[in-house]
């Protein structure tokens, strides 16, 4: 599986945009990439996923790279309920998903 | 939107004793089953996949003899851990895939197993 670096921390200040980078410079054409989020004692808990266009949703921006080696989820607005642990996950997509196989993540502390 | 019912959240055995956890699919059918263990400030470590109606595939290192996993339905899919020691205490994940929606993966709220 490809793999992803991200930040091990980041932290923010409430109703304050967030920006989570996520490298995987040996990411494949087929590869979609996922992000997660995990809250204490929690499954994880899907965000939002893409693999080519900048994406969005009610939870979050995906905005991927020319060159794909790159992206960065967005939280236009933090709250405290934000903070998380979020991962960002290649994974092949198209008709026969892969498994989801989880790096570190990054630990999102949101002050108020 | 796609549910997976995991139970219980939290469960104290003692050791030498076998403990099963279930994941449920609640409305929709889910092909392929996933578990994870994750330890205290770790990440989730995939431990098994399954498809219904044939045995798991385990990662690297997993147990299988260990760590019984049945995936009888398309949507139920159970994890035995048998004769649970202190080190098999862990927090245990299922996610589930099926037809669409959200990425494909649906996670349970997963297990706290907890042995003494």
């Known amino acids: 599986d490809a793999k992803t670096t991200q930040p091990n921390s980041m932290e923010s200040n409430e109703e304050e945009p967030v920006h989570l980078p996520c490298n995987h410079s040996?990411?494949?054409?087929?590869?979609?990439i996922h992000w997660y989020r995990q809250l204490p004692s929690q499954g994880p808990e899907y965000v939002i996923h893409g693999l080519t266009s900048n994406v969005n949703n009610r939870m979050a921006s995906l905005a991927i790279a020319e060159d794909r080696k790159s992206s960065t989820l967005i939280l236009h607005r933090a709250t405290l309920r934000d903070a998380a642990v979020y991962y960002c996950?290649?994974?092949?997509?198209?008709?026969?998903?892969?498994?989801?196989?989880f790096g570190q993540g990054t630990i999102l502390t949101v002050h108020p | 939107g796609a549910v997976v019912s995991q139970h219980p959240s939290r469960v104290i055995c003692k050791s030498g004793t076998s403990v099963k956890i279930e994941c449920r699919s609640l409305?929709?059918?889910?092909?392929?089953m996933f578990w994870y263990r994750q330890f205290p400030k770790q990440s989730l470590m995939l431990m098994a996949t399954?498809?219904?109606?044939?045995?798991?595939?385990?990662e690297q290192g997993v147990e299988k003899d260990k760590f019984l996993i049945n995936h009888a339905s398309l949507t139920l899919s159970t994890l035995t851990v048998t004769s649970a020691h202190p080190e098999d205490s862990s927090f245990y994940i299922c996610?589930?895939?099926?037809?669409?929606?959200?990425?494909?993966?649906?996670f349970g709220s997963g297990t706290r197993l907890t042995v003494v």
């Open positions: 040996t990411i494949s054409g087929t590869d979609y």
């Open positions: 996610s589930a895939r099926g037809a669409g929606g959200k990425g494909g993966y649906t």
């Open positions: 409305d929709f059918q889910a092909t392929t």
């Open positions: 399954s498809n219904e109606g044939s045995k798991a595939t385990y």
């Open positions: 996950i290649l994974n092949a997509g198209g008709t026969s998903y892969g498994k989801l196989t």
